[in-house]
């Protein structure tokens, strides 16, 4: 089974600083869809950016980006000239050949004015 | 806001009771979910319906009952719940699948207390 791991549960970061999220994953399949959602506090989830497995090139978002490391089976998310409305929860999520999304237990993300 | 709607938004219900909670899409998807999101707990996918067609049942205890009468709305019915079944219950739904990727969009979710 396909299981999602992000190892900081907490990270902070100063106002228009960079900040860098862990994901690690552990799959079989050579086919599947990463992505990044974020919860802030008592507000819906919200998809922030997508990865699609078969593509080399690290998707962005304007601030935010991912490094993408299949091998590695890594997929970070760096925010770039962070802004206080990027605190939230941050969830790692993985697809595979199903409609299943599999989760990783979050980052709470705190941005210091 | 998504187009994706949850009612009631807060629920209290002691354990004997029997309550539904509601979600409706107004994006055109065809598949929707059900999550349970607990506390320091990664969220857990219950339901998958596409079409109306119940396609995953996670291993979900029957005191937890779906409903799906058409691709807008999709239903939890509870009852005889535990307090450990206190939690968030996210309600989402996915556009057909394009390449494999289906990309799912979260309704506000159901802040679910059991006394």
């Known amino acids: 089974a396909q299981t999602v791991t992000q190892s900081q549960p907490e990270m902070s970061v100063q106002e228009a600083e960079t900040v860098t999220l862990s994901c690690t994953y552990d799959t079989s399949e050579s086919d599947y869809y990463l992505f990044w959602y974020k919860q802030p506090p008592s507000r819906q989830m919200i998809l922030v950016i997508r990865?699609?497995?078969?593509?080399?090139q690290n998707a962005t978002e304007n601030r935010f980006s991912v490094n993408f490391q299949k091998a590695a089976k890594s997929f970070s998310l760096k925010i770039s000239d962070s802004q206080l409305g990027d605190a939230a929860m941050y969830f790692c999520?993985?697809?595979?050949?199903?409609?299943?999304?599999?989760f990783g237990k979050g980052t709470k993300l705190t941005v210091n004015p | 806001e998504t187009g994706v709607t949850q009612t009631p938004r807060h629920l209290v219900m002691g354990m004997t009771n029997k309550k539904s909670l509601k979600c409706e899409q107004h994006l055109g998807h065809n598949a929707m979910y059900w999550y349970k999101q607990s506390a320091k707990k990664p969220l857990e996918l219950m339901f998958v319906?596409?079409?109306?067609?119940?396609?995953e049942n996670n291993s979900v205890p029957s005191r937890f009952s779906p409903e799906c009468p058409n691709s807008s709305h999709l239903f939890l019915h509870l009852h005889t719940l535990q307090p450990e079944d206190s939690a968030l219950y996210l309600c989402?739904?996915?556009?057909?699948?394009?390449?494999?990727?289906?990309?799912?969009?979260f309704g506000p979710g159901t802040r679910l207390t059991v006394t």
């Open positions: 990865q699609e497995a078969y593509k080399q």
């Open positions: 319906y596409n079409f109306k067609e119940q396609t």
């Open positions: 989402a739904s996915s556009p057909p699948s394009r390449r494999g990727l289906y990309e799912q969009y």
């Open positions: 999520a993985y697809q595979g050949g199903s409609e299943k999304l599999v």
